[in-house]
């Protein structure tokens, strides 16, 4: 299994260009999530799916958009980069039920110029 | 509202001492509790969690006390090793919640050899 993967890897932006982050899993998981993490803070939570065609806003989802329409992918949408949202970007997943846990991919590094 | 409180951003102990990292919740709703560990330009991986029920869990070198009553956890390595030289993030989780976590801003660990 791959876990979960992300792409691209790195990416750079100017101000008020559009673009989309992927997010696959193969663990056949029911619950993603999308995280942020700016330099020296946590994890912060910006959308997340209970399944395929539900999702939900987390704490920080100005700026953002999601969709869900199979289990295994999750993109995230920027629509008009803004130099707030340069950060790393993080994709996890989980089955949801229990005391199971998330499992992250590598990340995606993104600045806006 | 910071709900996970991890006040030390920084810790470095010298290989094959005791490593202590603590961390400080919020939400009484709280009822699950993890600690994720983070290299650089990676994901961050599952480590050890703890369920409010108990007040101890130990997995190898890794264990995590879990003091309800003053809202407080922390996670002890033993012996600490060069490996474990990264970024621990405590991470909260409420029943009910999805599955969300609310993570600490993380410490940074050094292990000199």
């Known amino acids: 299994n791959a876990g979960v993967t992300q792409t691209p890897k790195f990416r750079i932006l100017k101000i008020g260009q559009s673009m989309t982050l992927q997010c696959t899993q193969d663990?056949?998981?029911?619950?993603m999530y999308w995280y942020r993490q700016d330099p020296g803070m946590g994890l912060k939570l910006i959308y997340y799916s209970v399944g395929a065609g539900i999702t939900d806003k987390g704490e920080v989802p100005n700026g953002y958009n999601v969709s869900r329409s199979t289990t295994e992918d999750f993109p995230l949408r920027l629509e008009l980069a803004a130099p707030s949202q340069t950060s790393v970007y993080f994709c996890a997943s989980t089955y949801g039920r229990g005391e199971d846990t998330q499992y992250f991919g590598p990340g995606t590094r993104l600045t806006v110029l | 509202d910071q709900q996970v409180k991890q006040n030390s951003p920084s810790l470095s102990v010298q290989e094959g001492r005791i490593s202590i990292l603590n961390c400080d919740y919020t939400n009484s709703m709280f009822d699950y509790f993890l600690w994720y560990k983070k290299y650089p330009a990676e994901g961050p991986t599952f480590l050890i969690s703890i369920s409010s029920i108990k007040d101890k869990n130990e997995d190898g070198r890794f264990t995590v006390f879990l003091n309800k009553s003053a809202k407080h956890l922390s996670l002890h390595i033993v012996p600490s090793q060069p490996g474990d030289s990264a970024v621990y993030f405590c991470?909260?989780?409420?029943?009910?919640?999805?599955?969300?976590?609310?993570f600490g801003k993380g410490i940074t660990l050094s292990v000199r050899p």
């Open positions: 991470a909260a989780r409420a029943t009910g919640a999805n599955s969300k976590l609310t």
């Open positions: 663990m056949n998981h029911n619950y």
